[in-house]
């Protein structure tokens, strides 16, 4: 982000509140979108720390509990897709609701200047 932008807005008569609302939130919000949606997802199959830390049946993630469908009998390989698919879902919703967002965040960070 350019420098001269905050500069001309502020030679304008804009105050830092207004620049950073009108000028400066508007251009980063694909980066700020695809941010929150890669994260998101790192939180949503969280394994490892949900496990070790979640000690209470009621809180556990999906994570865990697909991993509940594997047992000393074997692995119930229908019910893991099936829950693989479901788990799947609210993500593929979100991706395809910002959509625009994320390939235009992407597309801005390889632009050169």
Request: charged share 10%; hydrophobic share 50%; net charge neutral.
């Amino acid at each position: 982000m350019p420098v001269s932008m905050d500069e001309a807005a502020i030679m304008d008569g804009a105050s830092y509140f207004t620049v950073y609302y009108k000028i400066l939130l508007p251009l980063l919000k694909p980066a700020i979108v695809t941010c929150a949606i890669l994260k998101g997802v790192g939180v949503y199959n969280e394994y490892y720390a949900a496990n070790l830390y979640l000690q209470n049946a009621d809180l556990k993630t999906i994570a865990i509990a697909l991993y509940s469908f594997t047992g000393p009998m074997g692995s119930k390989y229908n019910l893991i897709c099936a829950g693989v698919i479901i788990t799947l879902l609210p993500m593929l919703i979100l991706f395809l609701i910002f959509q625009k967002q994320i390939y235009s965040g992407i597309a801005a960070g390889a632009v050169k200047e």
